[in-house]
């Protein structure tokens, strides 16, 4: 699976540096989505990700399950467990110190696709608020 993933990297990325592979949406796309908190635009309804995507229509049927198999433990382990991680410390802090205030930052991706921290935290029973930029706080 390992050397399937590189083998994968490596020909994606010769794809997008030969200009026969685009990326569906640009740095700019996202900032500014996620600057207007507009986290349900069509480029967050995936599972948006920094996590290369081996599924690829090309492959032949094994290889197109062992990619689905990478990918399935990329999100679980790198994006929804870490989230939970995340999420937990933030709910802890909160609990274990309830006359503090608090503001936390987490990058762009930690509130793509689903199984956010924001979700993570709204399953604990907390209200999360956009603040969109320029806004005081």
Do not use: W
């Amino acid at each position: 699976q390992v050397v399937f993933a590189l083998n994968q990297t490596l020909l994606q990325q010769e794809s997008l540096r030969a200009g026969s592979f685009q990326i569906p949406y640009t740095t700019e796309d996202l900032i500014k989505h996620y600057n207007c908190g507009d986290l349900s635009s069509i480029i967050f309804k995936h599972d948006t990700s920094q996590v290369p995507n081996f599924i690829n229509a090309t492959l032949p049927a094994h290889e197109r399950i062992t990619a689905q198999e990478i990918d399935s433990y990329f999100r679980q382990e790198l994006i929804y467990k870490r989230n939970e991680r995340m999420g937990r410390r933030v709910k802890d802090l909160l609990q274990e110190h309830p006359d503090k205030s608090f503001f936390f930052a987490f990058g762009a991706g930690h509130f793509m696709g689903n199984n956010t921290v924001i979700d993570v935290l709204r399953r604990e029973g907390y209200e999360v608020e956009h603040t969109p930029a320029g806004q005081a706080i």
